[in-house]
Each structure stands twice: as structure tokens, then as C-alpha cells.
């Protein structure tokens, strides 16, 4: 009896089916590109917003110098000289370094106030505040040496307080000048990274969507 092999069917060849094209639409690069764009703008926005601010913040803090340099000046107030019974070594040691200067700076207005303003005011009264001294003066109206030591006591503690708020317009300015200095690092970072983000988002972008495709 004879024996019937099948031979394996004959191998085909088939036709290479064209690639189909990466859809624009395909939601890998449409992830991809989104991130790129979102990137972007949020580079943009801070570098705007950083350097803005700066800006204001630098305004501010010059203004605000200028406008207590220009107060202070006007009044006209000066240290006394080196030398000076108002001014000896022993009772003011931590003024002599503003000797016969004029008070048209924060720190020096701060100095003038506390170091010789409240130093001489608190030798009027004996140590008393103002307050105190003006209750005594309400009940014994017809002293006139509590009347003479209210009316110095008032003009001292009012030019004294004029002298802090100086001072403490000159202590904003100076953190707003800090603050300035670093938005603006902030400003010149961001720009940097962003201008670079423009030149390499491309090949990001691109990389991106081989490895989405």
C-alpha cells in the first residue's frame, strides 16, 4: 500500500502593508506637545511676574530712601561736634561716630531719637514720661516748673517720634531693596531657562513623540 504524504502548503509572499502615519490626533502627542506648551507658558508668567515685581520693588525702595534722605534734610538737625559738652565720650559713647554729622539717614535719626533725644528728656523730669509728668501738671496746674517740663517733654517725644517713623520707613525701604535684588536674580534665572526651553523644547518635544508613537 502506498503512503500519501501532504506537502506543506507553498509560503506566500506577502505584500508590505504601508505604514500608517502617526496621527497628529493621537492622544501620546497630543500629552507630549501639552506639556511643552504648558511648560512654556508657566516659564513666561513667572519671568513676567518676577521681573515686574522687581522692578516695583525697586522703584519703592528708592522712593522710599529718597522721600526720608529729603524729609530728614529739610529739618536741618545735626549731631553735635566732636569735642562738644552735648556730646562727651562718657555720657554718649555710641554717638561719637555721628559727630557733627547731619541726621538725613534712617540709622541717624534712630541714633538721634534714642541715643540723644530720650537720653535728655529723661534727665527733664527725673526719669518720668511724659505722661506722668502731665498728670502731675493737671493736678497742680499752677506749678510752673511742671508746666516748663510738659511743654519740653511734648516737643521732645514728638520730634523723637517723628525721628522713628523716619526710621521705620527707612528699615521698609531697605527690605524692599533686598527683596528687589532677589526678584530680580529670580528674573534674570527664569529668563535665562526660558530662552534655553525655547532652543531645546523642539528636540524635547520631539523625542516625546517617538517614544508616544
Known amino acids: 500500500m502506498s503512503t500519501f504524504t501532504a506537502s506543506p502548503p507553498p509560503i506566500v509572499d506577502q505584500p508590505n ?7 497628529p ?4 502627542r497630543r500629552t507630549a506637545l501639552g506639556f511643552i506648551a504648558t511648560r512654556r507658558v508657566v516659564e513666561i508668567m513667572l519671568t513676567v511676574i518676577l521681573g515686574v515685581g522687581g522692578g516695583l520693588l525697586l522703584f519703592g525702595a528708592n522712593f522710599g530712601h529718597n522721600m526720608v534722605h529729603k524729609q530728614l534734610a529739610s529739618q536741618d538737625i545735626s549731631f553735635p561736634v566732636k569735642g562738644s559738652p ?6 554718649f559713647p555710641d554717638l561719637q561716630q555721628y559727630a557733627g554729622q547731619k541726621v538725613d539717614s534712617g540709622p541717624k535719626a534712630k541714633a538721634y ?3 540723644f533725644i530720650k537720653r535728655h528728656l529723661a534727665a527733664v523730669a527725673g526719669g518720668k514720661t511724659y505722661s506722668q509728668v502731665s498728670a502731675a501738671s493737671l493736678a497742680d496746674p499752677t506749678n510752673a516748673k511742671l508746666q516748663g517740663q510738659v511743654a519740653t517733654m511734648f516737643k521732645g517725644e514728638t520730634l523723637r517720634g ?3 517713623y523716619a526710621w521705620g520707613w ?3 525701604s531697605t527690605i524692599a531693596l ?9 528674573f534674570l534665572v ?5 530662552i534655553g526651553d525655547f532652543f531645546a523644547d523642539p528636540r524635547i518635544a520631539a523625542r516625546h513623540i517617538r517614544l508616544d508613537a
Not at 490626533?25 to 501620546?28: E, K, M, Y
Not at 552735648?86 to 555720657?91: D, F, K, M
Not at 527664569?190 to 526660558?194: E, F, G, L, P, S
Open 17 to 23: 502593508t504601508p505604514t500608517t502615519p502617526h496621527d
Open 162 to 164: 517723628l525721628l522713628l
Open 113 to 115: 531719637a534714642d541715643g
Open 190 to 194: 527664569m529668563a535665562i531657562v526660558t
Open 178 to 186: 533686598y527683596a528687589a535684588i532677589g526678584a530680580l536674580i529670580g
Open 170 to 172: 527707612s528699615v521698609v
Open 25 to 28: 490626533s493621537a492622544p501620546g
Open 86 to 91: 552735648g556730646l562727651t565720650p562718657a555720657e
